[in-house]
């Protein structure tokens, strides 16, 4: 038996109005909302205005062919922020994108390093990251291959 059951019968027992009814059983549905943590999430998302990046990027995915060979080109142009602070990061990358967008690149490499001098996580890395997921020219992206840097360098694709 469980709490629903048990409200249920204390319900029956108690003699409530429709109304009363009514608003135990709403709360009862809003309830076993809130087990289900995806249907609370849902809930949530549509309560609230969310921009949602990675759907607009499915929107717009690149046909086979073409994205193989995107993928398979080597970058219009390369930056390397190894020993930049973050604040210095974000400037020159913002300088990098808005250059590769007026001239139509459509691939662009980052060589951020792995971070091994780093406490903890590479901060580059993670700047990186973060600019790409802002960056609304931005498509996809990922770490280059072992011979072009590996977990060191991201590879991006412009929209």
């Known amino acids: 038996m469980d709490f629903g059951d048990i409200l249920k019968k204390w319900e029956q027992g108690q003699g409530r109005t429709s109304e009363q009814t009514e608003f135990a ?30 759907a607009d990027t499915q929107k717009e995915k690149i046909p086979g062919e073409k994205r193989r060979r995107l993928l398979n080109m080597p970058p219009d142009d390369i930056i390397d922020i190894h020993g930049f602070t973050s604040e210095n990061a974000l400037l020159a990358l913002d ?14 490499r ?4 792995k971070g091994n001098h780093s406490q903890g996580d590479s901060i580059l890395k993670n700047t990186v990251r973060k600019f790409i997921e802002q960056c609304g020219f931005a498509g996809e992206s990922g770490f ?16």
């Open 25 to 54: 059983q709403q709360k009862q549905r809003e309830n076993s909302s809130k087990s289900n943590p995806a249907s609370s999430m849902e809930t949530w998302l549509d309560g609230h205005e969310v921009y949602d990046k990675d």
């Open 95 to 108: 300088r990098f994108f808005n250059n590769a967008k007026s001239n139509d690149y459509k691939k662009l």
């Open 110 to 113: 980052i060589i951020h390093g």
């Open 144 to 159: 280059e291959k072992a011979v072009n840097g590996g977990s060191g360098a991201t590879w991006v694709l412009l929209k």
